[in-house]
């Protein structure tokens, strides 16, 4: 029998360990077996009130979807067993798409609190091991999201907006550095840029304000009481945080046949001009060495530069030069780490190669290859 003097277990866990217990027995488990060796039945006080407990447990499992059966033993009420029918709870087998695959793995790479970290890593090796993923690469390359930690402030902050409650925190300015206390009226948090943005009613300003959240200093306080304000419809996130997003660049790309989708689909062709790469409008556009030169707009070289390099050779940078020295970089970069010496240790450096005026790469894989 469990021991009488440990802590209470909380009903959810006394379900899951139900569920353990009925999945892995051998023909079924009688009531009096389910109370003296599953955790959480010896905290009933009384036969009745384990009656009582198990019976809105049985309930609960069945709303829940979880088909328990009971197996009549010979009549007696003593021999009533229960188990769950494993063929009907089962879930089929996993056939992800290379695009349903894709979608798991950005929602991985976004989501990177170190609680869910490890599991995450977890699910997507046995996906893979399944036959899942590879193929999927490229197809979800450009769109991995760049978001950088929360941080502490991110939970009281939901739970303000969840509850409709004032919060007060201390705020460095990015423009000044001065710090303040701001209080504000939180009503959404949003991600962009590589950072997430808190966006509310500054109390103080009386207007509206967007707070990076890397920028709270010590902890948020909940103010006042629940439903002290109301949310606006319509809160307009790119135009409260429009005034971070800078001037926007165009970039000229040589992209490889049926590659890199996401950058074709922000970007423009260079029209149906004569392969000189000077035509105009829409349409396939002209080719630069077996690809498709299109315009793709940007905002953050560094973030841009980022996401180019994710695509290793099917992309091209003609220009600007900036970019498409940050791009070279990082190509670089990544070759030198797997390019070391595993005698030594050491990593040679790569040769060098040119890039012609138009900005043309003829260099190997590492910087671009075309």
């Given at each position: 029998?469990?021991?009488?003097?440990?802590?209470?277990?909380n009903?959810?866990?006394?379900?899951?360990?139900?569920?353990?217990?009925?999945?892995?027995?051998?023909?079924?488990?009688?009531?009096?077996?389910?109370?003296?060796?599953?955790a959480g039945?010896?905290?009933?006080?009384?036969?009745?009130?384990?009656?009582?407990?198990?019976?809105?447990?049985?309930?609960?499992?069945r709303?829940?979807?979880?088909?328990?059966?009971?197996?009549?033993?010979?009549?007696?009420?003593?021999?009533?067993?229960?188990?769950?029918?494993q063929?009907?709870y089962?879930?089929?087998?996993?056939?992800l798409?290379?695009?349903?695959?894709g979608?798991?793995?950005?929602?991985?790479?976004?989501w990177?609190?170190?609680?869910?970290?490890?599991?995450?890593?977890?699910a997507l090796?046995?996906?893979?091991?399944?036959?899942?993923?590879?193929?999927?690469?490229d197809?979800?390359?450009?769109?991995?999201?760049?978001?950088?930690?929360?941080?502490d402030?991110?939970?009281?902050l939901?739970?303000?907006?969840?509850?409709?409650?004032?919060?007060?925190?201390?705020?460095?300015?990015?423009?000044?550095?001065e710090?303040?206390?701001?209080?504000?009226?939180?009503w959404?948090?949003?991600a962009?840029?590589?950072?997430w943005?808190?966006?509310?009613?500054?109390?103080?300003?009386?207007?509206?304000?967007?707070?990076r959240?890397?920028?709270i200093?010590?902890?948020v306080?909940?103010?006042?009481?629940?439903?002290?304000?109301?949310?606006?419809?319509?809160?307009d996130?790119?135009?409260?945080?429009?005034?971070?997003?800078?001037?926007?660049?165009?970039?000229?790309?040589?992209?490889?046949?049926?590659?890199?989708?996401?950058?074709?689909?922000?970007?423009?062709?260079?029209?149906?001009?004569?392969?000189?790469?000077?035509?105009?409008g829409?349409?396939?556009?002209?080719?630069?060495?077996?690809?498709?030169?299109?315009?793709?707009?940007?905002?953050?070289?560094?973030?841009?530069?980022?996401?180019?390099?994710?695509?290793?050779?099917?992309?091209?940078?003609?220009?600007?030069?900036?970019?498409?020295?940050?791009?070279?970089?990082r190509?670089?970069?990544a070759?030198?780490?797997?390019?070391?010496?595993?005698?030594?240790?050491?990593?040679?450096?790569?040769?060098?190669?040119?890039?012609?005026?138009?900005?043309?790469?003829?260099?190997?894989?590492?910087?671009?290859?075309?």
């Amino acid at each position: 029998m469990p021991d009488q003097t440990s802590q209470p277990v909380n009903p959810a866990t006394r379900l899951l360990n139900l569920v353990i217990a009925l999945v892995n027995t051998s023909v079924s488990m009688t009531k009096q077996q389910i109370r003296t060796s599953v955790a959480g039945y010896a905290d009933a006080p009384s036969p009745e009130a384990f009656e009582r407990m198990f019976e809105r447990d049985k309930d609960s499992l069945r709303d829940l979807g979880i088909p328990i059966v009971t197996v009549d033993a010979g009549g007696h009420s003593d021999d009533v067993g229960y188990r769950i029918d494993q063929d009907a709870y089962a879930l089929p087998a996993v056939d992800l798409t290379p695009a349903e695959f894709g979608v798991l793995s950005l929602a991985a790479q976004f989501w990177q609190d170190k609680t869910l970290r490890t599991d995450i890593s977890r699910a997507l090796t046995k996906l893979r091991a399944a036959g899942a993923g590879e193929i999927a690469n490229d197809a979800v390359a450009g769109l991995a999201p760049r978001v950088r930690a929360v941080g502490d402030a991110y939970g009281p902050l939901l739970d303000a907006i969840e509850a409709l409650r004032v919060v007060s925190f201390t705020y460095r300015a990015a423009s000044t550095g001065e710090v303040r206390t701001r209080t504000v009226e939180p009503w959404r948090i949003a991600a962009r840029r590589g950072g997430w943005y808190l966006l509310g009613f500054d109390r103080e300003r009386q207007a509206p304000r967007a707070y990076r959240l890397s920028r709270i200093e010590g902890r948020v306080r909940l103010l006042g009481r629940a439903g002290a304000f109301t949310i606006p419809e319509g809160v307009d996130v790119d135009a409260l945080l429009g005034a971070r997003a800078g001037r926007e660049l165009e970039a000229r790309l040589a992209i490889g046949p049926e590659r890199a989708e996401a950058l074709r689909a922000r970007g423009r062709s260079d029209g149906d001009g004569d392969g000189t790469g000077e035509g105009t409008g829409e349409g396939a556009g002209p080719r630069r060495d077996g690809r498709d030169v299109v315009h793709v707009p940007y905002t953050n070289a560094h973030t841009f530069a980022d996401e180019i390099a994710g695509y290793g050779d099917a992309v091209v940078v003609l220009s600007p030069p900036e970019l498409r020295d940050a791009v070279v970089r990082r190509l670089r970069a990544a070759a030198r780490l797997g390019s070391a010496d595993p005698a030594t240790g050491l990593t040679p450096s790569p040769t060098d190669r040119s890039l012609d005026r138009d900005g043309t790469s003829t260099t190997t894989t590492e910087e671009q290859r075309g």
